[in-house]
């Protein structure tokens, strides 16, 4: 049985990437920092699909993360594929020249160091997979080819530096698949009602890399699976 774990996977985009791979047949790791909102959501899935757990991970926060990885370890003994899609955008986050240092530290503290702390914590255990997969989901407003806008520019920046992260580790991990995701502007907490995107559009290459892309695809950014610009 494949195993994936995803960040973030109590609401929004997370959690409809954990649904589909769950109907997929994976056992998923419901990563949550929330242990309510996490346990529902993993025991929803179970009930309807199969195998889901949920496992408490903080993604800003390094012992969580420890912590995350030897519950784990306890459960599988492989990791398949890491989803690193936990991530924010902090209130009041609107002009480079106004954002707080704390503002901007909190922002890369989850979307960029995040992913790279947890794919740390459980490189070991995707080492075990035949077919280790990483996908780092990142936005369109990370691009440095016509992306930056003025918006969200702590958010943007941190998104840029996480595709840094992406190219970084699929060097140094070559027979990992590691990649950057931007899934559209999507109808979730974060994306607002207006977005152009269901759920279930924005899980879909996150989806595909996990289940059903080659395995040497690795250290792109791609949307709508196909590559696309950093
Ligand atoms: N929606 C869009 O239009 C859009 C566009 C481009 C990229 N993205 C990216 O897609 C990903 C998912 O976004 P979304 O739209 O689904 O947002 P969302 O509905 O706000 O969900 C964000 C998820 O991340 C979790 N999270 C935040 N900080 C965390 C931390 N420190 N540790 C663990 N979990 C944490 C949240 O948990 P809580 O419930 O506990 O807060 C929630 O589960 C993000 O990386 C986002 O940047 C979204």
Known sequence: ???????GANKGIGHEVARQLAAKGFHVFVGARDPKAGRKAAEGFAN????ATFLEI??????SVATAAREFSKIEDHLDVLVNNAGI??????????ISDELFRNTLETNTLGPLRVTRAFAALLRESKEPRVINVSSGGGQLTGGADGWAPAYCISKT????VTVQLAAALPNFAVNSVCPGWVRTEMGGENATRSV???????VWLASEAPQDLTGKFLRDRKEIPW
């Open 1 to 7: 049985m494949k195993t994936v774990l995803i960040t």
């Open 48 to 51: 309807k699909y199969g195998k």
């Open 58 to 63: 903080d993604v800003a926060d390094s012992d």
């Open 89 to 98: 955008i902090v209130d009041g986050d609107e002009a480079i020249l106004e």
């Open 161 to 164: 530096a996480l595709n840094g």
């Open 200 to 206: 279930e559009e924005g899980a879909d290459t996150i």
